[in-house]
């Protein structure tokens, strides 16, 4: 029986420093989308750090955003001195309630792939949300800085699990 975990590095900073792989390459989303290397490009920073894709839901900005060999890398802040909201979301993380990202983009270019969903070579990204339940599984927050130590343990069974079944 195959069992599911979910992956995360979740550790959560007073001062709202935050980062994660916003969209990791050489896998699809959940609907089929695959985004290929190369298609993030012309990105205009700070970029909105929204919560759950709500355009009326600011909780800070990215303010760097990398494309690097494995995914879309983002860090930023979530403005809790400054915003009620970003403070609740902070909480979310800390407990692990959210760990997920999830970008809003505009497709520029792209083919359907067969099976479902498009290769995407070409976009617009003009946001990256904190979800609970990201499209694409690989997209996590990585850092929050300070976390519980639960999360680190739970990272650790995790790669003991996929050391054991030789993943």
Same mark, same amino acid.
């Not at 920073?45 to 600011?58: A, Q, R, S």
């Not at 890398?73 to 915003?83: I, K, S, T, Y």
């Given at each position: ?9 979740v550790l959560a900073d007073e001062s709202g420093a935050i ?14 989308d695959w985004i290929e290397p190369g298609a993030f490009k ?36 979530l403005l809790v001195d400054e915003v009620a909201r970003a403070?609740?979301?902070? +909480?979310?993380?800390? @407990? $692990? &309630? ?11 270019? %792209?083919?359907?792939? =067969? ?28 850092? +929050?800085?300070?976390? @519980? $130590? &639960? ?11 996929? %050391?054991?079944?030789? =993943?």
């Amino acid at each position: 029986m195959e069992r599911a975990f979910f992956e995360t590095k979740v550790l959560a900073d007073e001062s709202g420093a935050i980062s994660g792989l916003a969209w990791k390459f050489g896998a699809p989303d959940r609907i089929g989308d695959w985004i290929e290397p190369g298609a993030f490009k012309g990105l205009k920073l700070p970029l909105p750090m929204l919560f759950g894709h709500d355009l009326n839901d600011p909780v800070g900005a990215w303010d760097r955003v990398e494309e690097k060999a494995d995914g879309l890398h983002v860090a930023g802040r979530l403005l809790v001195d400054e915003v009620a909201r970003a403070r609740e979301v902070r +909480a979310l993380v800390k @407990a $692990g &309630a959210v760990r997920g990202l999830s970008i809003g983009f505009v497709t520029r270019k %792209a083919a359907a792939r =067969s099976g479902g969903g498009r290769t995407i070579k070409a976009l617009e990204l003009f946001e990256v949300s904190l979800v609970s339940a990201p499209m694409h599984p690989g997209a996590k927050v990585t850092s +929050a800085k300070s976390a @519980a $130590g &639960a999360f680190a343990l739970a990272e650790s069974i995790r790669r003991a699990e996929a %050391a054991i079944r030789g =993943s």
